[in-house]
């Protein structure tokens, strides 16, 4: 089995992050009960323990509305990839979060599941499955400001777990 290195799999995920933010635009034609379709992100992660790496990390994210997938009642299902680092640790989501956006109010929320892969300072690689909690507010037109909590497995030197503030940008 091949093994990859922590910097290629950082560099993957940054190239995947661009290329998704590259071509969302292309997607974002209609709006989805309140959502348009492709969003991207920038914020700080905050990992719940200290064995996470250091307290502050940038994060970076893209995710895109799935045009007629409605499980729940008025909810939007949105899949999204994100990229979290220290520049010495590093997380990858993968998440696909159902969003309910009440009539009339700027107030958004939601959950689902992820898949998250990344490596804590001295560790290995991993992958875990967690869960994604969300709660957002719109700002100004097509910029919004988001919460999200993960909670993920522990990795070999740590976990992911923790809480994200995002500024963020409708297309």
Known sequence: MQTRSPQMVQCM???LLLAAA???PAFAQRSYNGFTSARIK???FFPS???GGSGTWLKLGVDAALPG???FSGAVTRVG???ETDFSSFAVPITVVELWHPSASPIYFGLGPGLYTGRIKGGNTQSRLG???VVGMDLHRNTFLELNYDVVGHFTNGRVDGLSIM???YF
């Open 81 to 83: 990839i994100d990229y």
């Open 69 to 71: 997938v409605r499980p």
């Open 49 to 51: 323990s200290s064995d």
């Open 42 to 44: 920038i914020g700080a």
């Open 167 to 169: 500024l963020g940008k």
């Open 22 to 24: 590259c071509v969302t």
């Open 131 to 133: 869960a994604r909690f």
């Open 13 to 15: 995920a940054v190239t």
